[in-house]
């Protein structure tokens, strides 16, 4: 049964950086395209970006296109999301989500996901 642990989240000035990173264990990742999205307090959850499992046409949402990037390195089962100029908006807690498809994981249709990572971003 296919297992995602997200880990690098934390707190962080405006217009600084994090690094988050998706582990998985079980079957392996390559067969799935492989996502995050986010929920803030009192908001509904957001899907943030997604990587196809042949890393063609990766999917970003106009709120973090040019400041979000994902990347994938199948043979450590991992997935990565590189943020930066990070602002307040971005707070919230992130979810790695594996899926068939891109276009369904950034519905929130997903088979599987992780526990999530906060992410705080002060001002």
């Known amino acids: 049964q296919l297992q995602l642990v997200e880990s690098g989240g934390g707190l962080v000035q405006s217009g600084g950086s994090l690094r988050l990173s998706c582990v998985a264990s079980?079957?392996?990742?390559?067969?799935?395209?492989v996502g995050w999205f986010r929920q803030a307090p009192g908001k509904e959850r957001e899907g943030v970006s997604c990587?196809?499992?042949?890393?063609?046409?990766?999917v970003y949402s106009d709120s973090v296109k040019g400041r979000f990037t994902i990347s994938r390195d199948n043979a450590k089962n991992t997935v990565y999301l590189e943020m930066n100029s990070l602002h307040p908006d971005d707070t919230a807690v992130y979810y790695c989500?594996?899926?068939?498809?891109?276009?369904?994981?950034?519905?929130?249709?997903?088979?599987?996901r992780g526990q999530g990572t906060q992410v705080t971003v002060s001002s």
């Open positions: 989500a594996a899926s068939k498809w891109c276009t369904g994981m950034m519905e929130l249709k997903f088979e599987v």
């Open positions: 079980g079957p392996t990742l390559i067969y799935y395209d």
């Open positions: 990587i196809p499992h042949d890393v063609q046409n990766t």
